[in-house]
């Protein structure tokens, strides 16, 4: 079992940045691969980013490519998405996500994962 809370959401002008973080408790957090997806008002759940348990291997999704970065911190338990040159489109609730995984693989697809944080709120002004 992984609980996962999300933090660092706020109000950001556009090509600001923002920081955020996914908490994990629960003992297989090293062993699991991770994904950050995102939700805006009445649009269905994106794909963002994703890393596999050794951070060895990351992904993104193509809309945020080259401005987001993915890591992790395994003795924090803890996952990070740090969001470079912010544009109004990215405004959404994140959310992270684990599976157990203890390949190289990274997972796209939202039904992969067994678990999801509760999501906070990114607003991009223009």
């Known amino acids: 079992q992984v609980q996962l809370v999300e933090s660092g959401g706020g109000l950001v002008q556009a090509g600001g940045s923002l920081r955020l973080s996914c908490a994990a408790s629960?003992?297989?957090?090293?062993?699991?691969?991770m994904g950050w997806f995102r939700q805006a008002p009445g649009k269905e759940r994106e794909f963002v980013a994703a890393?596999?348990?050794?951070?060895?291997?990351?992904y993104y999704g193509d809309s945020v490519k080259g401005r987001f970065t993915i890591s992790r911190d395994n003795a924090k338990n803890t996952v990070y998405l740090q969001m470079n040159s912010l544009k109004p489109e990215d405004t959404a609730v994140y959310y992270c996500?684990?599976?157990?995984?203890?390949?190289?693989?990274?997972?796209?697809?939202?039904?992969?994962?067994?678990?999801w944080g509760q999501g906070t709120q990114v607003t991009v002004s223009s």
């Open positions: 996500a684990a599976v157990y995984d203890y390949t190289s693989n990274t997972r796209v697809a939202s039904y992969h994962y067994d678990y």
């Open positions: 629960g003992r297989t957090f090293s062993r699991c691969a």
């Open positions: 890393i596999n348990w050794s951070g060895a291997t990351t």
